[in-house]
């Protein structure tokens, strides 16, 4: 069974805040998987699964029965015999003791037995395939839930770095007024421009607040629990394109499916047991003693072992076994297509989000290098303002560029990431 313990394979690694202790992205996956309900649900049923698999539940162990009973009478008797003897009774007491020690073992079933043992440990196995699906699931949804708020919360940081331009433009645009060198205008756009920035980071405070409430209630957590995340995102060195394609077979929606067509396979040959014969061997000890005041015998006992050996062989019951074995030959050959289409579909899932990864890859590299043109660029044009050789208008374009810019760097890290976890998930390497 696998325990909530995990090794989690997604190399996240963070700065951690001086304010607050950083709750990390490992603690918030280790919180998800001890208290996630869907999880807890599923290692119950991957329990019961394995519980089943055993030779006694399918059948391959004898039965040992005691059985026992104490039978007690009075009764009228009237008896006439063909000699002419006749015998009238009232009240006649009569008694019957019986006991039993039986062993029953089934030794012939059409190999069913062995077809069920071999489903039950298959279940089982696909039992924990799916508990990992589970914890699968709650781990890209918590890690990308988590990153959406380092994400939003990075968004603000690049308003609050554009906003200390719209400032510092703001008092240059203010100062030159006073002493005559600019116009009022001037002042009245940087004031317009800076309120409008100073909006959007009042905007993105909520949207930060938001992303918090729903990593609270991923986790569990109440809405007024203060947690202090990761403001960082950071990527770890991906294996090459065929190391991950030779891990999709150990892709966990694949190994469910796999194991499906395996289960069907072996109920089919459950099915086709019904049409052979069941012997079943006997061995028991039996006591019987039987006392009646009117009988022939006042006292009747007998004891000792019994052997023996039964055949059953069913000649027709209604066409239910060709029924039955028709139904399971088809969810065989479902099971079986379920699979291709699982695997087509992983297969493209995995072309898909590789092909983004690598232009996220590209991107990235693309943005660290505009953002860091952009803000050479914007400290260069503040500067030639305040000496008056650039207009207000190539200053404000050159702030409005180093927001584009962080902007896009945040999303483009975000992205990265996000398909960077879906490769691991879909490689079967997010968790072991």
């Known amino acids: 069974m696998i325990k909530v313990r995990l090794t989690v394979l997604i190399c996240f690694f963070f700065v951690q805040a001086q304010s607050q202790q950083v709750f990390t992205l490992q603690q918030a996956l280790e919180k998800a998987l001890n208290d996630n309900f869907s999880i807890r649900i599923a290692r119950n049923q991957s329990t019961i699964l394995n519980n089943n698999a055993t030779l006694g539940n399918a059948g391959m162990l004898p039965q040992v029965n005691l059985n026992g009973s104490y039978v007690k009478a009075n009764n009228n008797v009237v008896q006439e015999l063909s000699n002419g003897t006749s015998t009238e009774k009232q009240n006649a007491g009569q008694s019957t003791i019986a006991g039993s020690a039986v062993l029953e073992w089934v030794l012939f079933d059409g190999l069913t037995m062995f077809s069920e043992y071999n489903k039950n440990s298959a279940l089982s196995k696909q039992g924990k395939e799916q508990l990992k699906a589970n914890i699968e699931d709650v781990i890209e949804n918590v890690s990308k839930t988590y990153f959406t708020v380092v994400k939003e919360k990075l968004l603000l940081s690049s308003i609050n770095e554009t906003l200390k331009f719209y400032a510092d433009r ?239 760097l945040v999303n483009a890290q975000y992205n990265n990431k996000t398909a960077e976890i879906h490769l691991l998930r879909l490689a079967g390497k997010l968790i072991k």
Do not use: C, H
């Open 170 to 408: 703001l008092q240059i645009a203010d100062s030159k007024y006073k002493i005559g060198s600019a116009s009022k205008l001037d002042y009245l756009q940087s004031k317009v421009d800076y309120n409008a920035m100073l909006s959007q980071k009042l905007n993105k405070e909520t949207d930060v607040n938001n992303a918090m409430i729903e990593l609270k209630r991923l986790l569990q957590f109440s809405a007024d629990t203060m947690l202090q995340t990761e403001d960082t995102i950071t990527f770890m060195a991906m294996s090459s394109m065929s190391d991950l394609l030779n891990g999709l077979q150990q892709n966990t929606a694949m190994q469910v499916s796999k194991l499906n067509v395996e289960v069907n396979r072996l109920q089919l040959n459950s099915m086709k047991g019904l049409r052979m014969p069941v012997i079943t061997g006997l061995a028991g000890y039996y006591y019987n003693e039987s006392r009646n005041d009117a009988g022939l015998f006042s006292l009747n006992r007998t004891n000792g072992p019994q052997f023996g050996i039964t055949a059953r062989y069913n000649l027709f019951n209604g066409f239910n076994n060709s029924r039955q074995i028709s139904n399971s030959k088809l969810n065989y050959i479902n099971s079986q297509i379920e699979y291709q289409q699982t695997r087509t579909n992983q297969i493209a899932d995995f072309n898909n989000t590789w092909n983004a990864f690598q232009k996220a890859q590209e991107i990235l590299n693309l943005e660290i290098e505009n953002t860091a043109a952009a803000r050479e660029n914007a400290s260069v044009y503040l500067a030639s303002y305040r000496l008056g050789s650039a207009n207000l208008l190539q200053l404000n374009q050159s702030q409005e560029s180093l927001y584009d810019a962080l902007v896009r």
